[in-house]
């Protein structure tokens, strides 16, 4: 076995090698010290690799790799694009790269809106106490270097600022062009005292892909976050959700996945103040070489907050699905209501579930579980719904459309978990 030391070095030299002949991207005085800072992180930590501990069922190669594997492009086809019947205010990027001629105009949202490319530019800017801090926070106990990665070389995205009730929803729309793309996106969204927004991302972002998106909810804030992951079967993706919520804020965030080559999704939220609530939510359905793995850290650190993490996969033909969840309580947050389960539907015996759930309690007043199964289809309801006349493989569609309503009915707007039961739905049709 390696010695640990002699793997740390490993480690920083694959970062060096990676970062070779790369400078830091041009800014101004505070996204410049941000970028700075989150470098020295990185250079520190060094690159994931399999042994470390939250990397164990997912092998990182693809994402740290210098060179990117291509990914065929699929067209939209027949159907209507996600959330196409909602009226937001559409933020397209192409290849990772904001395209403001194809975007509707920010302003339409009622809320304050910036690219990341313009506002790194600038000395002062409301983004300069914010911008890296929470990655920089996600950091203890566990090593998020591809975080940190994305911190230091991003130059796309959006800082997103909302002081009241956002007239309609911001909806980031990805779309790619180049079979080769790399995209780096970093968001930035901060809700003051009693604000409200919601969030929605859709389409294929790039062959490989880094995703920030840092959170702060003030007090009474209220964010719904919902996104696709779909369209693209050889993509391969890491993203971060970081969020800290002060007293009575409310977090739910929902990702719809499907396709992809190998997907990441990494989530750690914080429970600042008391009274409020997050609720972190997934569902899966993958088919042949796809691995997907969703990494949720949830800390409780102040009184009466409640927290769910909801995740239902549903693979087959080889498929390989993760989750890794973890609530953590201190000791002063009392009152504690705390629940997360992760379920996955094996369609038959190549697919495969790896779980990890974890508690950490300190506080004694608290109300916490956890539970993991998998499993097949329940033959007795197949049969009592096939002695009613409903054919196999219908029958089964129906099954697997309830195995996934828990994770669907996270989502706060019953409208666009309609729109996404029926992208699924279609998407489970056309895989037979």
Known sequence: MMPRAKLAQQKRDAVSALLDGRSLPAGGAWATKARKAAEARLRDMGLPVRRDEYWRYTDPRRLTEATVQPGQLHPQGDDAPVFDAID????????????????????????????????????LHWARDLYGTLEARSQNPVQRPLASLNTSYATEGMLIRVTGVAARPV???????????????HHLIR??????????????????????????????????????????HERAGVTHLFAQLDAQAQLKSFTLSANGALTRNEAVIWLDGADGAAHIAGATVGDGAFHHDDTVFINHAA?????????KKVLRHGAVGVFQGKILVDQVAQLTDGYQISQSLLLDENAQFLAKPELEIYADDVKCSHGSTSGEIDQSQLFYLRARGLPEDQAKLLLV???????????????????LRDKMEAWLKRRG
Do not use: W
Not at 303 to 311: L, M, T
């Open 88 to 123: 937001r205010v559409k933020l397209v990027f192409v290849d990772g790269v904001f395209d403001p001629a194809a975007s509707d105009a920010p302003e339409l949202a009622g809320v304050e809106i910036t690219p990341l490319a313009e506002a790194a530019r600038t000395d």
């Open 171 to 185: 909806a980031l729309i990805y779309q790619r062009k180049n079979e080769a793309a790399e995209a780096m996106t």
């Open 191 to 232: 809700l003051e005292q009693g604000a409200e927004l919601t969030i929605l991302e859709d389409g294929p972002v790039a062959a490989r892909y880094n995703q920030v998106m840092e959170v702060d909810l003030g007090e009474g804030a209220v964010l719904n976050h919902v996104r696709t992951q779909g369209r693209d």
């Open 303 to 311: 009184p009466r907050c409640d927290s769910r993490q909801v995740f």
């Open 401 to 419: 459309l309830a195995f996934l309503s828990e994770a669907l009915e996270e989502i706060a707007d019953p409208a666009l978990a309609d729109d």
